[in-house]
């Protein structure tokens, strides 16, 4: 059963830093591109990053310049750093993995709450 697991949110002041973490359990790991998406309260969830098995990456507008993506194969480990926290980044964070434009497996979220 395939599981994905977010670790990292919390609460931090607007231009602080936060990293998410991911784990998946996957067998192969290698062969899907992992993403972020996020979900704001009352709002529709939102692509933010994706990295694919050759480490191409891909962000939002919104994040690029922010946001960084990355991933350890070894670890079935995908990470989120987000530095220059913005009150608009709050959301519900969750990591999916993809072989397609859709995602297979979505993990449950962590909260990233930005104040100002």
């Known amino acids: 059963q395939v599981q994905l697991v977010e670790s990292g949110g919390g609460l931090v002041q607007a231009g602080g830093s936060l990293r998410l973490s991911c784990v998946a359990s996957i067998r192969t790991f290698t062969m899907y591109a992992m993403e972020w998406f996020r979900q704001a309260p009352g709002k529709e969830r939102e692509f933010v990053a994706r990295?694919?098995?050759?480490?191409?990456?891909f962000y939002a507008d919104s994040v690029k310049g922010r946001f960084t993506i990355s991933r350890d194969n070894a670890k079935n480990t995908v990470y989120l750093q987000m530095n220059s926290l913005k009150p608009e980044d709050t959301a519900v964070y969750y990591c999916a993995a993809a072989t397609s434009s859709d995602p297979e497996y979505w993990g449950q979220g962590t909260q990233v709450t930005v104040s100002s």
């Open positions: 990295i694919r098995w050759s480490s191409r990456t």
